[in-house]
């Protein structure tokens, strides 16, 4: 049960500060009703409506999400916060249908389904022609099914590439690059044939079917079994799909590029983009992000600096790069790239921002393994012999970035560690080396396999 708690604030009788109780593993604050000292009826009438919507979320956080998204189907920054919510809930969200999904947000089967009103490019007069189409005569067999079946005067050629990037078509064909180059041929096949409708004359098989057999009816009917195909072509690469799909979605939704990683980024980074304001100005910071755009800013001394939009999976957040930074890493900072980033937290204006002091691409980033069994790992003269190497091999301490990651191998287990940053290293190779030559079982490994870049 929810309880609204209500008190007198300012001593006047007449305004009232209204909270919630912790219930359901959610708290709601209502902090704008004291600070902007509401009279009592406007407080009641907020306490209310915060009654209600946390009770939907409660018992129905399905639809209560899919609501919530739809009603802030327009602002990208919030849906993408409602949608790590949704997956913090455990709500999986299906990416678009062009055979399941409606308008808005739906709820179903446990998932919420984007809605075709949310995909940019495709208007309301599409989405009724499609939602029409579908309705009358059923679901979509093929592309050229669904473009012989709409009307392509309200289905234009631009929102039916829309439709294939963002993966509305892939439970009928998951080669999107194949769609698209059929898309040349079935558009204008499409077309030819509705004119042909339209003037009353129809084609060979459309007089065929005119009603001599059951067989003849149904080729008229799968007509669009007989329409032209591009050559067949490879799928477009796995990051490109995802690159298309945010731009027409404004986020990720069937996949995202950093879920590849969600394994190894722990031993990196201990925490996330949305834990920044948690942390404190004086340490040293790493997180492994999306780099979703690159505002480049000149300071009044005529120097080059950036503000950054970055993500990861949990939310997104702003780093900036003062301009000697960026004079050495400028060439990095390219949009829709993996990064892994080092920096530290600066609060300013009520804000949060992370000062990015390095980076590198994830594709290049190297951990030093060190393996060891468990008469090493209990044996303080050899952890000691440990720390000497990897100390001396940390060289600038404002330089030493790669991460030593320890393994301890017992019989019936295998624990991955990593070593305080006071133990990274500068280089890799001479530090494997210098290990080698002590006696230590020691090897360079990628962040990432080739697999999944």
Known sequence: M??????????????YDIGLERDHNFVIKNSLIASNCFNKSH????????????????????EYMAALLTANSGDTDKVQRYITNCTNMGIPIDPPDINRSGVDFTPTAGKILFGFSAVRNVGQNAIACILSARNETGEFKSLADFCDRVDLR???RRTLESLIYCGAFDKLEPNRQQLINDLELVYD?????????????????DLLGGGFSSANNK??????????????????PPQEKLRMEKELLGFYVSDHPLKSLRQIVPLLTPINLSQLGEQREDIKLCAVVMLNGVKKVVTKKGDSMAILQIEDLTTQSEAVVFPKTYERISSL???DTRLIIWGKVDRRDEQTQFILEDAEPVETVQMVMVELNPQQAGN???????????QEQSGDKEKAKMPIIGIVQTENSRKLVRLGWQFCVQ???ITVQALQNARFSAHIKPLISSQSQ
């Open 380 to 390: 303080i003269e050899e952890l000691h012999r440990l720390k000497t190497i990897l």
């Open 427 to 429: 280089d890799s190779r």
């Open 2 to 15: 929810v309880k609204i708690v209500t008190r007198k604030y300012l001593g006047n009788e007449n305004v």
């Open 333 to 335: 900072l390219q949009v």
């Open 43 to 62: 407080s009641t009438a907020y306490g209310y409506v915060t009654y209600q919507t946390a009770y939907l979320k409660a018992n129905y956080p399905l």
């Open 189 to 205: 096949w499409a077309q030819s044939r509705a004119k042909d409708r339209a003037s009353g004359q129809g084609n060979l098989f």
């Open 154 to 156: 309200a289905v234009n």
């Open 219 to 236: 080729r008229a009917n799968n007509a669009f079994e007989i329409a032209p195909k591009a050559k067949p072509v490879m799928d477009f």
